[in-house]
């Protein structure tokens, strides 16, 4: 419950308290307070998944009007102008983010007051929700900024319950560190986890940290690890692991495929890839979230298979593999870890090697080459000038907005997008 300060000595005390690093990285999300239950479910779901860990949940409803101007900015990012008009009142929940994603030049231009590049996900993913439960009338938003997240707890009337979250959030980051010490980011763009690499006995290894709500991420590697790579061969092996993290082998620059370019992923490529995964159906296992980046080349140019942070045992088996969760994707009532995207054949692989999983296996060669020829015609080569012309579109709209930011002027809004 929201209490106020018993007296100006603890309430400075507590102002001092949002200024200092105990809350870096920390953002403040807002949920307009006629919400219905189900509905804030489902939103607190995606900033879950999304990368965020939920902290605290601030129980009494903030008035808007007390703190319009450090928020001014995150409104107007996030668009919420017109319906702040008829919502003032909002429940908020205090929000960590353990392994912040940094932003492009483009995107720091862009949105030169945001500083974390979550954010641009995290609003993308909140905007689509909001469509999915045709919540029009609801408003949601977060800061846009941990200076704008401070400068709000130590104003705010509950600035006294700052002593109850320093400990919870003290307690997350004290549960995201483990005994290795990194040299540097490998991949910053995971919402469960930070993937680093780390030099033990002379030999580059891979550090996988878990972020405190996803160790059920964790178990389902370390099943993979330690008990299917006995009868998969393709699996590396496990170096080390922990509570919260793993170690396993660093394959340096050994991709199987350049998903940026214009090419489709070769045939047999592709086929030996499904081969590994029918070994996971063969064991009574889904991988859910497999794609081609979960593949690499060891030094000795023998594939490997990474990631395997959404396995699902199955109940009951499906007939064949065609028939699998993996080829046919998961259902709503799905009881697994899933990931933010639904995911199955015509998403994660079918883009890449431009046939469908029938043509793939049953199809001759020269019916295959025909049909990923006219697939690259219709959709691999329009996508791929349409990537191009948009990256240089957001070029040159950041270009022209620092421009006006330079001027003093007021730029208009472009929609977050990551």
Not at 8 to 19: E, F, R, V
Not at 260 to 283: E, H, Q, T
Not at 371 to 380: A, C, D, P, Q, V
Request: aromatic residues 14%; proline residues 5%.
């Amino acid at each position: 419950m929201l209490t106020q300060p018993s007296n100006k000595k603890s309430n400075d005390y507590c102002k001092a308290l949002a200024q200092n690093d105990i809350l870096r990285d920390t953002y403040l999300l807002f949920i307009s307070k006629n919400t219905d239950k189900s509905d804030i479910s489902a939103l607190l779901e995606e900033v879950n998944k999304y990368g965020f860990e939920l902290n605290h949940m601030f129980t009494d409803a903030i008035a808007l009007s007390q703190h319009n101007t450090p928020l001014t900015d995150s409104i107007r990012y996030w668009r919420q102008n017109t319906l702040m008009k008829t919502h003032h009142q909002f429940n908020c929940w205090l929000l960590l983010d353990l392994n912040p994603i940094p932003l492009t030049k483009v995107q720091a231009s862009l949105f030169p007051k945001i500083d974390n590049g979550r954010i641009l996900y995290l609003a993308s993913a909140i905007r689509k929700k909001l469509t999915q439960i045709n919540a029009k009338n609801i408003s949601c938003f977060t800061s846009i900024s941990n200076h704008v997240t401070q400068k709000i707890l130590a104003e705010a009337p509950f600035s006294s319950t700052l002593l109850q979250v320093n400990h919870t959030v003290e307690g997350k980051r004290a549960a995201f560190t483990t005994p290795y010490i990194p040299l540097f980011s490998i991949y910053q763009y995971s919402f469960s986890a930070k993937i680093e690499l780390i030099y033990c006995n002379d030999r580059p290894y891979v550090l996988k940290t878990f972020r405190p709500s996803c160790k059920k991420h964790l178990q389902n590697e370390l099943i993979a690890y330690q008990n299917l790579a006995k009868i998969i061969p393709e699996i590396p092996k496990l170096f080390d692991y922990g509570e919260n993290y793993l170690v396993i082998p660093y394959y340096p620059a050994q991709k199987v495929f350049n998903f940026s370019g214009l090419a489709l992923l070769d045939i047999n490529k592709a086929k030996k890839m499904f081969d590994i995964l029918r070994k996971f159906y063969d064991a009574g296992y889904a991988l859910i979230d497999s794609h081609p980046k979960n593949f690499l080349y060891d030094i000795d140019n023998n594939i490997k298979i990474i990631d395997f942070e959404y396995l699902f045992k199955y109940q009951e088996k499906p007939k064949s593999y065609h028939q699998s969760i993996d080829i046919q994707g998961y259902e709503d009532k799905f009881l697994g870890l899933a990931p933010a995207d639904h995911a199955h054949y015509i998403t994660r692989w079918q883009p890449y090697i431009g046939l469908s999983y029938n043509d793939l296996t049953n199809g001759n060669h020269f019916a295959q080459q025909i049909k990923r020829g006219l697939f690259w015609f219709i959709n691999r080569f329009p996508k791929y000038c349409l990537r191009v012309t948009y990256k240089q579109y957001k070029y040159y709209v950041s270009l022209t907005l620092k421009l006006l930011y330079k001027l003093k002027l007021n730029p208009p809004t472009i929609k977050m997008k990551p």
